[in-house]
């Protein structure tokens, strides 16, 4: 089993950042890539982005290129976040999940989230 906790989310107003963090335990040797979710009320899950655990090879959705950047330290076993110039359609709930294989754009690559943290962004 992979434990996944995120940290950093709250309130900040459009063009601010804020960094989210992802805390990974139990048997992460196991996974290959951790990714960020996020769920913005009535709308279905969005893969945001994913780095993988050796390589640090990382992958963004388009809506969010050039303003957010994923990171890994890979000896706290953690993944960051970092997000910059925030916007309003930006506000969702945002979950850390592992996978096990290659298909890192696919949630059902996904075994194991994180409970969601919130993010809002006010205009």
């Known amino acids: 089993q992979v434990q996944l906790v995120e940290s950093g989310g709250g309130l900040v107003h459009a063009g601010g950042s804020l960094r989210l963090s992802c805390a990974a335990s139990?048997?992460?040797?196991?996974?290959?890539?951790v990714g960020w979710f996020r769920q913005a009320p009535g709308k279905e899950r969005e893969f945001v982005a994913a780095i993988t655990w050796s390589g640090g090879s990382a992958y963004y959705a388009d809506s969010v290129k050039g303003r957010f950047t994923i990171t890994r330290d890979n000896a706290k076993n953690t993944v960051y976040l970092q997000m910059n110039g925030l916007k309003p359609e930006d506000t969702a709930v945002y979950y850390c999940?592992?996978?096990?294989?290659?298909?890192?754009?696919?949630?059902?690559?996904?075994?194991?989230w994180g409970q969601g943290i919130q993010v809002t962004v006010s205009s």
């Open positions: 999940a592992a996978g096990s294989t290659k298909r890192v754009l696919t949630i059902d690559n996904y075994d194991y």
């Open positions: 139990g048997r992460t040797f196991s996974t290959y890539v």
